[in-house]
């Protein structure tokens, strides 16, 4: 109960914000910050405009009962206060669809998420980034770079670590991010038998340079929106691993800019890792159209720009009423 008083507040901070600043358009990301928003703006009574975008699923293998019921809940009071509703994936987007059945399609649009392919970009060579790490040229560095919660399936990948090392593939796996299943992840190396072989990095700052000292990213999600580090690693020119959940697959076209496999499957993994080390050829292909991909489809400038004309689009809504 005492999450009540907090979400009343935030609700009445908003509320008044806007109110004072005559704001026209307010854009809300995230579910908590939408539903917030949205009730703040139907206070006031349709003056403000309202957008919202929508970022992740909720993922149905991991979360109870009654997160998935709040989530349900929460999306039909977002789309009925809502004058548009962005969602980052079509995968996204039909899902809210599903969920309120009401909803006109044209109050659904679509606006991947966009990477600044000036700080992300391939480099000549992985040496200099390895080194830098405290690994040489020859090590295999494997990474993923995520928040450490179950619903991505990091326990996936460090299981396809040790069938690596069973195969006699000493391989390096670096995990940059953090997150409350951190603990539970380290337990399971020890158990699987590979902490010498897996690394976390915890937050990092300069996150450019840890895709650069890698040779293979890989994302073993179990549900995803979009997924931004997946952008980051293919724009970054390297070869990509992940799983054919929500709006991966939008991004990732199996075996022409990377691999697509199927979720909670350890061997799949090793077997994609595996296909990577034996055909250098393709992963290098593969890294060049995955960046490809990111310059023609998922750029900043792409974003920004169907982001505004989606904010003209409501301005003019707004002055024809």
């Known amino acids: 109960m005492g999450k009540v008083p907090v979400l009343v507040s935030n609700i009445v901070r908003v509320f008044r914000?806007?109110?004072?600043?005559?704001?026209?358009?307010?854009?809300?990301?995230?579910?908590?910050?939408?539903?917030?928003?949205?009730?703040?703006?139907?206070?006031?009574?349709?003056?403000?405009?309202?957008?919202?975008?929508?970022?992740?699923?909720?993922?149905?293998?991991?979360?109870?009962?009654?997160?998935?019921?709040?989530?349900?809940?929460?999306?039909?009071?977002?789309?009925?206060?809502?004058?548009?509703?962005?969602?980052?994936?079509?995968?996204?987007?039909?899902?809210?669809?599903?969920?309120?059945?009401?909803?006109?399609?044209?109050?659904?649009?679509?606006?991947?998420n966009g990477i600044d392919t000036t700080v992300f970009r391939p480099v000549c060579s992985t040496y200099f980034y390895k080194k830098n790490i405290g690994y040489n040229k020859e090590h295999i560095l494997i990474g993923s770079v995520c928040?450490?919660?179950?619903?991505?399936?990091?326990?996936?990948?460090?299981?396809?670590?040790?069938?690596?090392?069973?195969?006699?593939?000493?391989?390096?796996?670096?995990?940059?991010?953090?997150?409350?299943?951190?603990?539970?992840?380290?337990?399971?190396?020890?158990?699987?038998?590979?902490?010498?072989?897996?690394?976390?990095?915890?937050y990092i700052h300069n996150i450019q340079d840890f895709y650069n000292a890698l040779d293979i990213f890989v994302l073993p999600t179990l549900s995803e929106g979009l997924g931004i580090s997946i952008l980051e690693a293919m724009a970054a020119g390297k070869p990509v691993i992940a799983t054919r959940v929500g709006g991966v697959p939008e991004i990732v076209t199996n075996r022409y800019n990377g691999i697509l496999i199927r979720p909670a499957d350890s061997k799949a993994i090793a077997d994609a890792l595996m296909y990577y080390m034996r055909n250098p050829q393709d992963k290098g292909l593969h890294g060049i159209r995955g960046q490809d991909t990111i310059e023609n489809k998922f750029t900043c400038h792409n974003m920004i720009k169907q982001t505004q004309d989606i904010y003209l689009q409501v301005l003019n809504e707004r002055n024809d009423t």
């Open 17 to 112: 914000f806007i109110n004072n600043e005559n704001i026209q358009i307010a854009h809300f990301h995230g579910f908590k910050a939408s539903i917030i928003g949205c009730l703040a703006c139907m206070a006031l009574k349709c003056k403000t405009r309202t957008i919202v975008t929508v970022h992740n699923f909720i993922d149905n293998k991991t979360a109870g009962i009654f997160n998935r019921l709040a989530y349900n809940i929460g999306i039909r009071i977002i789309i009925k206060n809502t004058d548009i509703c962005i969602t980052v994936s079509k995968a996204l987007a039909r899902t809210i669809s599903s969920i309120n059945k009401l909803t006109s399609g044209n109050r659904i649009h679509v606006v991947y």
């Open 147 to 202: 928040r450490l919660v179950k619903g991505k399936g990091l326990d996936f990948l460090i299981e396809s670590i040790a069938l690596l090392k069973q195969r006699g593939v000493n391989a390096i796996l670096l995990i940059a991010g953090d997150g409350p299943y951190k603990e539970t992840l380290i337990d399971y190396c020890k158990d699987l038998n590979v902490w010498s072989n897996v690394r976390f990095f915890g």
